[in-house]
């Protein structure tokens, strides 16, 4: 069962985890690279003796090297060394955890060499779904879903036939902000806004969560996923998390993934797919929690969800544009230049500012990516 595996996004809240995953079960570990946390690569490299290390931040690079310098790990840093380590002829499965845009080129650098990606980080299938989904079922490449809610589907789909799926139901917290009216918003501070109720998260996603773009991102993830219509997802508001999500069969028999919310063992069905061994977590008790609730989202005061679905509709560029037009406005609010509310409102403009254009490549992607960025840039200067 030993399998080698390489992590991207290796510091981050995804990738830690991964690696307790992996310590548990005996993996090895091929590639670690991560962001900027030097110190705590130079400890998982150390523990862990990877062939190869790389730090993204090319600034970075001179202390990692001073860190692992009485070390034989190859050192790499910047994006080439992100696709270099996704490559490894050595990987079983590559663990994607970087965070944004920059997470995409690696996904295709793994696919290209023919190796199995387990998928988190998100920006890989909002910006870049068809070209990434088409490039991995032509090389025959599993691409396996480490998100809750994906993970969800895909163990709910397993033993049923696809082409007897009616629709999907994706759960969703609702963030620290539910049943909050658009004026009762105006006032949310950036403190409040990182409190989730259930899940412990980076800084942008905990962000996202609360604003329900990340709902918004992990439908249309969901759309190239399993290939659905927009019209065959359906969001239900589910406080607890525990029900991850849900799918329905023509038959009306709707069958759900329950566990505590806790997201090594989404990790571990992703690494260790199709077997299932005891994950280092809790067991889910039902009569802990006695009530599960489910409610309708509310689309109006949440316009990033709304956004992200119309922009899945429209198709083309436009979910790669409402995404990092989300990036850009939520790096504005905290670095505190915008309000909490003025994050749906810049998203939701993308919709009108950008005429329709197709995403047919790597560069194509790139270009949504600037476009939007810049726009999103000079409304905030302009603002001020
Ligand atoms: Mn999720």
Not at 9 to 16: H, L
Not at 320 to 329: D, F, K, P, R, T
Not at 344 to 359: M, P, Q
Request: include cysteine; charged fraction near 25%; aromatic fraction near 8%.
């Amino acid at each position: 069962m030993s399998k080698t595996i390489s992590i991207l996004g290796s510091t981050g809240s995804i990738g830690t985890q991964a690696l307790e995953v992996a310590e548990k079960h005996g993996f090895r570990i091929a590639g670690l690279a991560a962001h900027s946390s030097v110190e705590l690569l130079e400890q998982q490299a150390r523990k862990f003796r990877p062939e190869f290390v790389c730090v993204c931040n090319e600034e970075k690079f001179p202390e990692l090297k001073s860190r692992l310098a009485d070390t034989s790990i190859n050192l790499l840093c910047g994006n080439e060394g992100l696709s270099k380590i996704a490559s490894l002829e050595q990987n079983d499965i590559v663990l994607n955890s970087v965070v944004g845009m920059v997470g995409l080129v690696p996904t295709l650098a793994a696919i290209e060499a023919g190796k199995d990606v387990a998928l988190a980080n998100k920006e890989t299938l909002v910006a870049g779904g068809n070209l990434v989904m088409s490039r991995a079922a032509e090389k025959g490449v599993n691409i396996y879903p480490v998100d809750s809610e994906h993970s969800a589907i895909f163990q709910c789909l397993q033993g049923n036939k696809r082409s007897q799926l009616s629709k999907i139901i994706l759960t969703a917290s609702g963030g620290p902000f539910f049943k909050k009216s658009y004026d009762e918003l105006r006032s949310v501070t950036k403190a409040d806004a990182l409190k989730h109720p259930n899940w412990s998260m980076g800084s942008k996603i905990t962000i996202d969560s609360a604003t329900l773009m990340n709902k918004g991102l992990e439908f249309i993830e969901a759309k190239w996923l399993f290939d659905l219509e927009p019209e065959q997802i359906e969001i239900v508001v589910h406080r607890q998390s525990v029900v991850h999500s849900a799918v329905e069969y023509n038959d009306y028999s709707v069958i759900a993934q329950l566990g505590v919310p806790d997201m090594k063992i989404p990790i571990q069905y992703a690494l260790l797919y199709p077997d299932r061994f005891e994950c280092p977590t809790k067991r889910l008790s039902l009569t802990d929690y006695g009530t599960l609730t489910f409610e309708k989202p509310d689309y109006e005061t949440f316009k990033c969800l709304s956004a992200a679905i119309e922009a899945v509709s429209r198709g083309g560029a436009y979910p790669c544009l409402v995404n990092s037009a989300n990036e850009e406005a939520v790096r504005a609010f905290l670095a505190d230049e915008i309000s909490f509310i003025e994050i749906g409102e810049i998203v939701s403009s993308v919709l009108d500012k950008f005429e329709y254009f197709d995403i047919c490549s790597v560069d194509d992607v790139m270009k949504a990516d600037k476009l939007a960025r810049e726009y999103v840039t000079e409304r905030i200067a302009s603002a001020r």
